[in-house]
């Protein structure tokens, strides 16, 4: 069966520092990737995806996140943070056959401090 | 482009009373539409996922039930609500390609 961990449930940045949220799955084969936001109270947003090709995929917002086979990871990454950026955010697998199916991560909170 | 709508937004029911949430999507037709339950450190949990009208397939047991009368509709509901109801009730649509867009969410809280 499919899964995902986010190992960070809680993560604090200064504004205008880097960042990266971790996600690691488990899938027989390459899945399909994803990273989704949620501010308070809202419905989720995509950030960005990865189906194939360059492991380097670029978003929404300036968020970019990389797919590492070997470490069965997708982590997203930004350079600069800003105070917008704070909210929660969901990594997610699904199958690449185009099952109905994605699995989501618990997400990662992200905190943004002056 | 496509839209999807969510109402409403937030709801207080008592427990044993019934349920009805209402997704309609926009821009689009016969998309894969899902129902999911987002509670505190838990992340998204499926509950209900369709193909097309009337067809619907359910991934978790439970007091819940859903149906989809017209192509663009999706309803979530209950005869008799429980207190682990409440939560975080979030609508989806899928159509060709893989990712899912959501709706704006309805919060339930049971008393």
């Known amino acids: 069966a499919q899964s995902v961990t986010q190992p960070d449930i809680h993560i604090t940045v200064s504004e205008g520092a880097s960042l990266e949220l971790r996600c690691n799955y488990s899938?027989?084969?390459?899945?399909?990737l994803f990273w989704y936001v949620q501010s308070p109270g809202q419905g989720l947003q995509l950030l960005l995806k990865y189906f194939s090709g360059d492991t380097l995929v670029q978003g929404i917002k300036g968020f970019e996140a990389e797919f590492k086979r070997s470490q069965s990871s997708f982590n997203l990454r930004k350079p600069s943070v800003h105070w917008s950026d704070a909210a929660e955010y969901f990594c997610?697998?699904?199958?690449?056959?185009?099952?109905?199916?994605?699995?989501f991560g618990t997400g990662t909170k992200l905190q943004v401090i002056p | 482009s496509q839209t999807i709508h969510q109402w409403p937004a937030t709801l207080v029911q008592p427990v044993g009373s019934p349920l009805s949430l209402e997704c309609t999507v926009e821009g689009t037709s016969n998309p894969n539409l899902y129902w999911y339950r987002q509670a505190a450190g838990r992340g998204l949990q499926l509950l209900f996922y369709?193909?097309?009208?009337?067809?619907i397939s359910s991934e978790v047991p439970q007091n819940l039930s859903a149906s989809r009368p017209q192509d663009r509709q999706f309803i979530l509901s209950s005869k008799k609500l429980l207190l682990s109801d409440s939560g975080f009730y979030l609508c989806?649509?899928?159509?060709?390609?893989?990712?899912?867009?959501f709706g704006p969410g309805t919060r339930l809280t049971v008393t």
């Open positions: 899938y027989g084969a390459t899945p399909y």
């Open positions: 989806a649509w899928r159509q060709g390609s893989y990712e899912q867009y």
């Open positions: 997610a697998v699904g199958p690449p056959w185009g099952y109905q199916k994605v699995t």
């Open positions: 369709s193909v097309g009208i009337g067809q």
